[in-house]
């Protein structure tokens, strides 16, 4: 899920948190945090009477009241979403950063740009506060001669210091782009984002320069890699700030961002599908295209849940069906932790909803409970497992109304 969950994009910080790990609970405990529990996905909104035929890639953006399809009590649920709340704020620097944990020890842009759509519905200052660090942070440009890109930081003797490096610079500008997007249309803040559009397009134009002449985005610049998951964000991105455009008065601009998307679909399409396997390549590179491995967790079965988070493919497409089917064949206990490595995965369980497979995420919600949240969130629970959670709790429970921190 655009590596939502850590694999390639986390490889790089797990050694440093395996060893700060003990030290998290004792350092949140000392400053008060409750490392906590989870759950729903920013704007989405799940009733039993749902269908998705031609529901948004994210699912319909519903107002007004209706019937949730969990039966919850309803001060549990505002208890989980608030506890949840209060960790996934707590990862906020004093700067506006958004650490991996409320330790502060390390900031990722691609996870922290997920975190902060998810405070857009919780706290839009707060996401304001972030979108400024990070457009503050653009590289101009970083040590690969690309504009727009922005750094991993690392927690040093002198506070936050750049690591020079990042996992993806098509990824972060992309979730970069949706998180944008989501804002203006949460918050109707055209002031500030006018007043940044500059910056907002410099994001765009680091997709721009790493598209390939057959559509699709590489992952970093001097790479030949293309992988599957982060076009598939890519795609979103560009068509979230399109549709961005579009109410701020620029439709020019906006068509030829969809064309620049839908430039990338169709490479999904031609390029990485492969109709006699039924699947698609996770990824692209010199060596060839790599396809998935039957019971291989990551990248190869969860790459494929990322056409339907992103909107490559509408839920009631019938790949998306048989992608889904596949994955549960596969793993048919994921939602009880049962898989190739220790993280929540909660996104997971927000393609789930987006399934309407509400029993698996359902059942994922108690276990991850039990292991993570009642148990002081353990190492490796970080800031995109609170943020998925947030939005899954809300998204299996419309009528919530926890009430906004202060």
Same mark, same amino acid.
């Given at each position: ?71 919850? #009590? ?15 704020? $707590? ?7 958004? %650490?991996?944990? *409320? ?11 997920? $975190?902060? !759509? ?5 706290? *839009? ?43 993806? %610079?098509? &990824? ?40 390939? !002449? ?32 579009? &109410? ?32 698609? %390549? ?13 019971? !291989? ?51 997971? $369980?927000?393609? /789930? ?31 995109? #497992? ?8 809300? /998204? ?11």
């Amino acid at each position: 899920m655009g590596r939502g969950t850590v694999p390639r994009r986390m490889a790089a910080v797990l050694l440093a948190l395996v060893c700060v790990a003990a030290l998290v609970l004792t350092v949140a405990r000392g400053y008060g945090y409750q490392l906590l529990p989870p759950w729903p996905a920013s704007g989405l909104v799940f009733t039993a009477a749902d269908a998705p035929s031609s529901s948004p890639p994210f699912a319909e953006r519903a107002s007004g009241a209706s019937t949730p399809i969990v039966s919850l #009590e309803a001060s549990s649920v505002e208890e989980e979403i608030e506890r949840e709340t209060q960790w996934l704020l $707590a990862c906020q620097m004093p700067d506006g950063a958004i %650490a991996q944990t *409320p330790l502060g020890d390390s900031v990722v842009p691609y996870f922290a740009n997920l $975190a902060a !759509k998810t405070m857009v519905d919780i706290e *839009p200052a707060r996401a304001r506060w972030y979108i400024t660090w990070y457009i503050e942070h653009m590289n101009l440009p970083d040590r690969f001669g690309l504009a727009g890109t922005v750094y991993d930081y690392e927690l040093g003797r002198d506070g936050l210091t750049p690591t020079y490096g990042y996992d993806s %610079a098509d &990824s972060y500008a992309a979730t970069f782009l949706s998180l944008a997007s989501y804002y203006l249309e949460k918050t109707r803040d055209r002031e500030f984002i006018t007043a940044n559009l500059e910056s907002i397009d410099l994001a765009v134009s680091v997709l721009l320069k790493l598209q390939d !002449k057959d559509g699709l985005v590489v992952v970093t610049p001097g790479s030949t890699t293309k992988y599957l998951m982060d076009n598939g964000e890519s795609f979103r991105g560009l068509t979230d700030w399109a549709d961005a455009l579009i &109410s701020l008065g620029f439709p020019e601009k906006a068509a030829a961002y969809r064309d620049v998307a839908e430039r990338i679909r169709k490479g999904i399409e031609r390029i990485l599908y492969d109709p006699a396997r039924g699947v698609y %390549a996770y990824s692209l590179s010199w060596l060839g295209k790599r396809f998935p491995k039957a019971g !291989k967790w990551y990248p190869d079965a969860v790459s494929q849940l990322e056409l339907i988070t992103s909107g490559v493919l509408s839920p009631d497409d019938p790949r998306a069906a048989k992608i889904w089917e596949d994955f549960n064949a596969q793993f048919p206990s994921w939602n009880q932790g049962v898989k190739a490595d220790g993280f929540p995965w909660a996104k997971i $369980a927000l393609t /789930a909803a987006m399934m309407r497979d509400i029993g698996q995420a359902s059942e994922f919600l108690t276990w991850v409970s039990e292991h993570f949240a009642q148990k002081d969130r353990p190492y490796p629970w970080y800031v995109l #497992e609170s943020a998925s959670i947030i939005d899954l709790y809300r /998204a299996l429970n419309p009528d919530s109304t926890t009430s906004q921190p202060g």
